[in-house]
């Protein structure tokens, strides 16, 4: 989403351009830096004090509550891995404590499904839609958007997304 705070990166075309007060409005957030996630953390670590940014963060502050409290934001997009042993019990429990934390900041949280639809043998697109459900907040089922694409738009390695062109065109030539 990061090439959305650079507009020599996308086209929006007719179709499209109502879409460009959004892109507008959270410009600056698309690529901006998470305290709440970064590269080898799962969904228990954004609980967890012990990932936090001890320089940006609060002493037993949470990745998560770090995150909100520089941010502030009014809606948090949540799209976890599962990369630890595979228990789907604990990716449920800590996936809520997520979602009942956001939601009590007063904060909408999203919830996004994984485009690879498995991991460690499972599949946690169930559970988050599950979640999402069990506490009416919004679901991005972006394994669907995906899934028509070359390879469900997976590289090789099945888990990493492909790269798309230098430009991302949305611009409808059949209008």
């Given at each position: 989403?990061?090439?959305?705070?650079?507009?020599?990166?996308?086209?929006?075309?007719?179709?499209?351009?109502?879409?460009?007060?959004?892109?507008?409005?959270?410009?600056?957030?698309?690529?901006?830096?998470?305290?709440?996630?970064?590269?080898?953390?799962?969904?228990?670590?954004?609980?967890?004090?012990f990932w936090a940014d001890?320089?940006?963060?609060?002493?037993?502050?949470?990745?998560?509550?770090?995150?909100?409290?520089?941010?502030?934001?009014?809606?948090?997009?949540?799209?976890?891995?599962?990369?630890?042993?595979?228990?789907?019990?604990?990716?449920?429990?800590?996936?809520?404590?997520?979602?009942?934390?956001?939601?009590?900041?007063?904060?909408?949280?999203?919830?996004?499904?994984?485009?690879?639809?498995?991991?460690?043998?499972?599949?946690?697109?169930?559970?988050?839609?599950?979640?999402?459900?069990?506490?009416?907040?919004?679901?991005?089922?972006?394994?669907?958007?995906?899934?028509?694409?070359?390879s469900h738009g997976l590289t090789d390695?099945?888990?990493?997304?492909?790269?798309?062109?230098?430009?991302?065109?949305?611009?409808?030539?059949?209008?």
């Amino acid at each position: 989403m990061a090439d959305y705070d650079n507009p020599n990166f996308y086209k929006l075309g007719p179709t499209y351009a109502n879409l460009q007060p959004t892109i507008d409005y959270f410009s600056g957030s698309w690529s901006r830096k998470s305290l709440a996630v970064k590269g080898g953390m799962n969904v228990a670590a954004m609980m967890n004090p012990f990932w936090a940014d001890s320089t940006q963060c609060q002493p037993s502050e949470t990745p998560l509550a770090c995150e909100i409290r520089h941010y502030n934001p009014s809606i948090v997009t949540v799209s976890m891995e599962e990369s630890w042993s595979g228990d789907m019990v604990k990716y449920n429990m800590y996936l809520r404590k997520v979602v009942e934390y956001i939601l009590s900041q007063n904060i909408v949280p999203i919830l996004a499904t994984r485009a690879d639809n498995f991991s460690e043998g499972q599949s946690v697109d169930p559970i988050v839609a599950q979640v999402a459900y069990d506490y009416q907040v919004p679901l991005w089922n972006f394994w669907a958007a995906t899934y028509p694409l070359p390879s469900h738009g997976l590289t090789d390695d099945g888990f990493h997304l492909t790269q798309g062109g230098s430009l991302f065109d949305f611009s409808d030539s059949t209008s």
